[in-house]
C-alpha cells in the first residue's frame, strides 16, 4: 500500500531519538559482542536508512536525433517494492560517453509515480547514452544504486564517427571473485570470474589456472554471460596465474592473491527446502566465537553463534527463513568485526500477471486498436495495478530485457551492468540455478557498510527527502571576505503574477534550503537578501543535480548494415513527423498549481482602473489607499502600514514587505513611490502580522503589473537572477484519431512509429482495463510493452505483437 507522508514524517522524527540511543549503546557494545548485539544495532541502523528506488519504463530502446523520449517514473520502498509516497520530486539525465549530462529535466512524483518526456536535439552525436533517474535523498547513498539503463542514439543527419573493427584491439574487463571474499592458504577455495568485453557483454574463453612452476592445474570456461566458476585448494606459500585465451584475440593473464590467514564461507543448496553453510578457517584462526548474520533487503532473517570446531563448522538453513530475493550472509568475529561475506537469491514467487488481448493480429492503417489490459497476482485472483504502455515499431527495437520486475527483484540490489537479467529470473533449471549463483558471487551489495553499523557512526544525510515539493538550493558568499555567511536571511522569489516568495536563513557553512511549491516549466529566479540590512552578501543557486556517477559507463555503439537499412526508414518518420505535426508534438499541460497569493485573502485589494488615474504612485497612495501612509525625508520616501492587532488597541504605522510581480523590495518604499501607477493593476495590503516559514513581516504591500514581469523597473545590482528549469510540465502525446471518413482520408501524413505511449493506467482491483488508438500510415510489426505494479508490490510486464499493413 502507499506509504502515507505522515507514516515518512513519522518515522524521521523517530530517528533523532534513535541517534541518541545510539550513542548511548556505542560504548557497551563495543565490549560485547554477540547474535544479540548486532540484531540491536542492525535494527536501529535500519531504522535511520530508510532507502526508496526507482524503475523507469522508457517508450522504446533505441532513439533517433530529434525525436522524444517518453518515460514513466516508479518510485518503491526498498524493502517491500511498493510505491512509497515520500520524494516528490524526482531527477532525470541522459549521460554521454564522457559522463557529461547532455540532458537533465525535475520530475514531479505523486503517489510514488511520475511520467516526463525529453526531446532528442539533433545536435547530439549518435552514441550508447546513460539514461539515469534518482531523488534527492537517494543522493545520500552510492550512485551505483540510482536507475540506470542504456539507451541507443542515432543521429541519422550527420556523418557517422569511425568505429575500430569490432574484433580489434578490444578492451576486456576479467575480474576473479573469491567466495566469502578472499582466498585463504590451505582451505578450499570457490573462485568466480566474469570476462566482459567493452560492450558490456560476456565474452567466451579458455582459461586455465597454473602455479607458480607453470604447472596447469585445471580448465576453466564460462557457464553464462561471460561468468563461471570452479573449486580449488591453494597451498601454502604458493602463487597461482589465471591465463585466458580469447578466440581470435589475444591471450591474457590474471594474477590470483591469497591470504595466510583467515576464513571461508561457503554457500550451496542442501536439496529444495534448505541450505548449507560451511565455514572453515586456518590456523591462527580456528577457535573463536563468531556470529553468522543474515538479512534480506534490510530485514534481519538469522542471527546465529557459532563455534568453529577444528577450524570447521557447518549449519542448516531452512530457506523459508528467507525472504524472496537477494539475502547478505556476513561472519563476524567476537570484536565485531566482519570477516566474509556472501549473497544468496531466492526467485520471488509473488509477482503481478500482467496480460495483453487485442482485437485483431492485424490491422489496417488508420483503423482502431482494442486492447484489454488484465492484471491479476500469481494465484491468478484479480488485482489493481499502476501501469504503463507502450505500443513501438518493432524494428530493431527488441523489448527491454530489464523490466520492471526483473529490476526490482534483481539489477537494483547489485552494482554493475547485469547481461539478460530476465535469464536468470525466467529459467529455473539447473543451468540457470547455478548462473544465478555465479551472478551472485560477481556482483558486489553494498549498501550496508558494516563497519558504520558496528562502531554505531550517526549517518550524516547530506541531502534531505524533498517531501513536500521541490528544494531549491544556495550558497550566500560575503562579498568582502568570499567565505561563507553564517546565520543570514534570503529571499527567494520568481517574477510573475502568481506569487511565490520563500525564505531561509542560512547555515554555517553558508547553504540555504527555498523549500518551494508549484514551480513548473522555464522560471526566472530572483534570490537576494534584505540589503537594508545584509548589504554585503551575493547568493549563489547551486545544481540540484547528482555530482556523483556510478562505475557503469556507457559503451562504444555499434551498428550492423541490416539495422542501418531499418533506420533509413525511421528516420524517415522522424522528419515527416518534425515537419507536420512539429506543433502537436510541443503541446504541453498546463501545471494544475493553486494561483492564490501565500497570504490567501489581504486586508484590502485595490484595483487602480477603478479610481481616478493619478501620475504618481505618491498621488495615488496619498488619495485613496488609506491605509497606506508615505512619508518624504527630501527626495526619499518611505511607505508604510497602518495596523491594529486588536480592535481595542491605538493604531500604528509599520514599515511592510513591498513586493512587485513577486519580487521583494527593500528601500522602504522609495523606488515603489518613484514607479510608474499606471503599470499597475492591482494592490493588495495585509494590515497585520504575517508569518512564511523563516520569514516574518509586519504587513505587506503587494503591487501586480499588467505585465507581471517588472516592466521598466531596475532592481537592485546584488540580487542574482537566474535562468531556472523548474519540474517539467507535462507533454501532450500526440495520437490522431480516425473516427470520420473525413479523418481517414485527410492527406496529412501519418507516420508515426510510436502509435501509444500512456504512463497513467490505472486497472482496478476487477483486473481490467480497455485502451484503444489509431494505427498510422507507417507499415510495421509493432510491439506492445504493458509494465506495473499493485499496491501491495507486485510487479510485472507483458508484451504482444501486432501487424500493420494495408
Given at each position: ?7 515518512v ?15 548511548c ?9 554477540n ?8 535494527d ?18 533505441l532513439?533517433l ?19 512509497v ?7 532525470v539525465e541522459i ?9 537533465q529535466?525535475?520530475?514531479?512524483i ?24 534518482y531523488?534527492s535523498w537517494?543522493?545520500n547513498?552510492?550512485?551505483?544504486f540510482?536507475?540506470?539503463?542504456n ?13 575500430q573493427a569490432?574484433?580489434e584491439?578490444?578492451n ?10 578472499n582466498?585463504?592458504e ?5 573462485l ?11 565474452i567466451d574463453?579458455?582459461?586455465?589456472l597454473v ?21 580449488f585448494?591453494?597451498e601454502?606459500?604458493?602463487k ?7 578466440p581470435g ?10 591470504v ?5 564461507l561457503?554457500i ?25 548474520f ?10 546465529e553463534s ?13 530457506k523459508?527463513?528467507?525472504s ?9 568475529n567476537?570484536?565485531?568485526k ?5 549473497l ?14 487485442a ?8 483503423k ?14 484479480e ?6 504502455v ?7 527495437n527488441?523489448?527491454d ?10 539489477k537494483?540490489?547489485l ?8 535469464y536468470?529470473l ?21 549498501k550496508f ?20 515539493g521541490h ?8 562579498t568582502r ?13 520568481l517574477?510573475?503574477?502568481k506569487l ?11 547553504l540555504?534550503?527555498f ?12 534570490a ?8 554585503t552578501?551575493k ?5 540540484p543535480?547528482?555530482k556523483?556517477?556510478s562505475?557503469?559507463?556507457p ?13 533509413s526508414?525511421?528516420?524517415?518518420s ?13 503541446t ?15 486586508d484590502?485589494t ?9 501620475t504618481?504612485?505618491?498621488e495615488?497612495l ?29 493604531p ?16 522602504s ?8 501607477p499606471k ?5 493588495d495590503?495585509?494590515a497585520?502580522?504575517?508569518?512564511l516559514?523563516?520569514l516574518?513581516f ?20 546584488r ?10 510540465l ?5 495520437s490522431?484519431v ?5 479523418q ?11 502509435l ?24 510495421n510489426?509493432y510491439?506492445?510493452?504493458?509494465q506495473?505494479i499493485?499496491?501491495?508490490g507486485k510487479?510485472?510486464?507483458a508484451?504482444?505483437n501486432?501487424?500493420?499493413?494495408k
Amino acid at each position: 500500500m502507499l506509504k502515507s507522508v505522515k507514516s515518512v514524517k513519522n518515522k524521521l522524527l523517530r530517528t533523532l531519538g534513535m541517534l541518541l540511543l545510539m550513542a548511548c549503546f556505542s560504548d557497551a557494545f563495543s565490549q560485547s559482542f554477540n547474535q544479540d548485539s548486532i540484531t540491536k544495532r542492525f535494527d536501529q541502523y535500519s531504522e535511520l536508512n530508510l532507502q526508496e528506488k526507482v524503475y523507469v519504463h522508457t517508450d522504446r530502446e533505441l532513439y533517433l536525433a530529434g525525436e522524444i523520449l517518453w518515460f514513466k517514473l516508479y518510485n518503491v520502498n526498498t524493502v517491500s517494492n511498493t510505491s512509497v509516497d515520500f520524494s516528490k520530486v524526482a531527477y532525470v539525465e541522459i549521460i554521454d560517453k564522457n559522463l557529461k549530462p547532455v540532458l537533465q529535466a525535475k520530475i514531479a512524483i505523486d503517489g510514488g509515480s511520475g511520467s516526463g518526456s525529453l526531446y532528442l536535439p539533433v545536435s547530439l552525436s549518435s552514441g550508447n547514452y546513460q539514461f539515469r533517474a534518482y531523488t534527492s535523498w537517494m543522493k545520500n547513498f552510492s550512485p551505483d544504486f540510482y536507475f540506470e539503463k542504456n539507451i541507443k542514439l542515432v543521429n541519422t543527419l550527420t556523418k557517422p564517427e569511425k568505429k575500430q573493427a569490432l574484433n580489434e584491439e578490444l578492451n576486456y574487463d576479467i575480474q576473479f571473485f573469491p567466495e566469502g571474499g578472499n582466498m585463504v592458504e590451505s582451505l578450499p577455495a570457490k573462485l568466480a570470474f566474469r570476462a566482459i568485453d567493452n560492450q558490456g557483454l560476456g565474452i567466451d574463453f579458455r582459461g586455465t589456472l597454473v602455479d607458480e612452476n607453470n604447472n596447469s592445474l585445471l580448465s576453466f570456461k564460462p557457464l553464462k554471460f561471460g561468468i563461471g566458476s570452479f573449486s580449488f585448494t591453494p597451498e601454502n606459500g604458493k602463487k597461482y596465474r589465471a591465463v585466458i585465451e580469447i578466440p581470435g584475440s589475444k591471450t591474457i593473464t590474471k594474477e590470483l592473491s591469497s591470504v595466510k590467514t583467515g576464513y571461508v564461507l561457503q554457500i550451496e543448496n542442501a536439496g529444495k527446502e534448505q541450505i548449507k553453510v560451511k565455514i572453515q578457517a586456518n590456523e591462527g584462526s580456528s577457535n573463536q566465537q563468531l556470529v553468522l548474520f543474515v538479512h534480506t533487503r534490510q530485514n534481519k532473517k538469522l542471527s546465529e553463534s557459532i563455534t568453529l570446531n577444528g577450524g570447521k563448522a557447518e549449519l542448516l538453513i531452512e530457506k523459508k527463513k528467507l525472504s524472496e530475493g537477494i539475502s547478505q550472509f556476513t561472519l563476524f568475529n567476537s570484536t565485531g568485526k566482519a570477516l566474509a561475506e556472501r549473497l544468496y537469491f531466492i526467485r520471488p514467487a509473488s509477482h503481478l500477471n500482467l496480460a495483453i488481448k487485442a482485437d485483431k493480429s492485424a490491422y489496417s492503417t488508420r483503423k482502431k486498436v482494442i486492447l484489454e489490459l488484465l492484471s491479476k497476482d500469481e494465484k491468478g485472483l484479480e488485482i489493481d495495478a499502476d501501469a504503463s504502455v507502450s505500443v513501438f515499431a518493432s524494428n530493431a527495437n527488441p523489448a527491454d530485457e530489464a523490466d520492471i520486475f526483473n529490476y526490482l527483484w534483481l539489477k537494483s540490489d547489485l552494482k554493475g551492468n547485469i547481461e539478460s537479467p530476465g535469464y536468470y529470473l525466467k529459467n529455473k533449471d539447473a543451468l540457470a540455478d547455478e548462473a544465478l549463483d555465479n551472478l551472485m558471487l560477481t556482483h558486489g551489495w553494498r549498501k550496508f557498510v558494516w563497519q558504520n553499523v558496528i562502531a554505531g557512526n550517526k549517518p550524516v544525510f547530506g541531502f534531505i527527502p524533498e517531501i513536500d515539493g521541490h528544494i531549491i538550493h544556495g550558497r550566500i558568499i560575503d562579498t568582502r571576505t568570499h567565505a561563507p555567511a553564517n546565520n543570514i536571511l534570503a529571499y527567494l522569489s520568481l517574477p510573475g503574477k502568481k506569487l511565490h516568495l520563500y525564505g531561509a536563513r542560512s547555515s554555517s557553512s553558508g547553504l540555504v534550503r527555498f523549500h518551494t511549491r508549484d514551480i513548473y516549466g522555464p522560471s526566472e529566479l530572483v534570490a537576494q537578501t534584505d540589503t537594508q540590512q545584509d548589504s554585503t552578501y551575493k547568493i549563489e543557486i547551486l545544481s540540484p543535480f547528482s555530482k556523483e556517477y556510478s562505475s557503469t559507463k556507457p559503451y562504444e555503439l555499434f551498428l550492423n548494415e541490416d539495422l542501418r537499412n531499418q533506420l533509413s526508414t525511421q528516420s524517415l518518420s522522424s522528419q515527416v513527423q518534425n515537419v507536420y505535426s512539429s506543433n502537436k508534438l510541443r503541446t504541453f499541460y498546463p501545471a494544475l498549481v493553486d494561483s492564490s497569493a501565500f497570504y490567501l485573502k489581504p486586508d484590502k485589494t485595490y484595483l487602480l482602473d477603478n479610481f481616478v488615474r493619478f501620475t504618481t504612485m505618491e498621488e495615488v497612495l496619498r488619495e485613496y489607499v488609506v491605509e497606506v501612509p508615505v512619508t518624504r525625508q527630501k527626495d526619499d520616501f518611505s511607505a508604510w502600514v497602518i495596523v491594529r492587532p486588536h480592535l481595542t488597541d491605538i493604531p500604528k504605522s509599520v514599515k511592510p514587505l513591498i513586493i512587485l510581480d513577486g519580487v521583494p523590495i527593500f528601500d522602504s518604499g522609495n523606488k515603489i513611490i518613484k514607479y510608474d501607477p499606471k503599470k499597475v493593476r492591482s494592490l493588495d495590503v495585509v494590515a497585520q502580522k504575517y508569518f512564511l516559514g523563516a520569514l516574518n513581516f509586519e504587513g505587506i504591500l503587494n503591487f501586480t503589473t499588467y505585465k507581471g514581469n517588472l516592466p521598466d523597473f531596475q532592481l537592485d545590482t546584488r540580487a542574482t537572477i537566474v535562468d531556472y528549469e523548474g519540474l517539467q510540465l507535462k507533454r501532450e502525446f500526440y495520437s490522431p484519431v480516425y473516427e470520420t471518413a473525413s479523418q481517414t482520408e485527410s492527406r496529412l501524413p501519418d507516420f508515426r512509429n510510436v502509435l501509444y505511449w500512456s504512463p497513467d493506467i490505472k486497472i482496478n482491483s476487477d483486473g481490467k482495463k480497455i485502451i484503444s488508438f489509431y494505427t498510422s500510415d507507417q507499415e510495421n510489426n509493432y510491439t506492445i510493452m504493458l509494465q506495473g505494479i499493485s499496491s501491495s508490490g507486485k510487479a510485472g510486464s507483458a508484451s504482444l505483437n501486432i501487424e500493420v499493413k494495408k
